[in-house]
């Protein structure tokens, strides 16, 4: 079992970087994929990046070159930098794993979800 919880998220003016955190409790967390999902109102929860533990992290087309995702495993952390930070980026951001390691991009494929953390960007 793996609970997250999210942590970062603020109000900020285009242009501007922030960094979220992801620290995950569990026995698991060093066999687990990680993940970020994005939800704005009115809209679909979106992938937005993930990272295996062997494996090249993995980017949503809207958020690559600007996003970087990375992990502290000593520190049960995940990260998401984000630069360059766009209107179109405001979103609750959350935080997900999954069993195992592999490129996982659809919300199916997590298991364990944080309670997310609110990233408004303002023009």
């Known amino acids: 079992q793996v609970q997250l919880v999210e942590s970062g998220g603020g109000l900020v003016e285009a242009g501007d970087s922030l960094r979220l955190s992801c620290v995950a409790s569990g026995r698991t967390f060093s066999s687990t994929t990680m993940g970020w999902f994005r939800q704005a109102p009115g809209k679909e929860r979106e992938f937005v990046a993930t990272?295996?533990?062997?494996?090249?992290?993995y980017y949503a087309d809207s958020v690559k070159d600007r996003f970087t995702i990375s992990r502290d495993n000593a520190k049960n952390t995940v990260y998401l930098q984000m630069n360059s930070l766009k209107p179109e980026d405001t979103a609750i951001y959350y935080c997900?794993?999954?069993?195992?390691?592999?490129?996982?991009?659809?919300?199916?494929?997590?298991?364990?979800w944080g309670q997310g953390t609110q990233v408004t960007v303002s023009s």
């Open positions: 997900a794993a999954a069993k195992g390691i592999r490129i996982a991009t659809r919300r199916g494929e997590y298991e364990y």
């Open positions: 990272l295996g533990w062997s494996l090249s992290p």
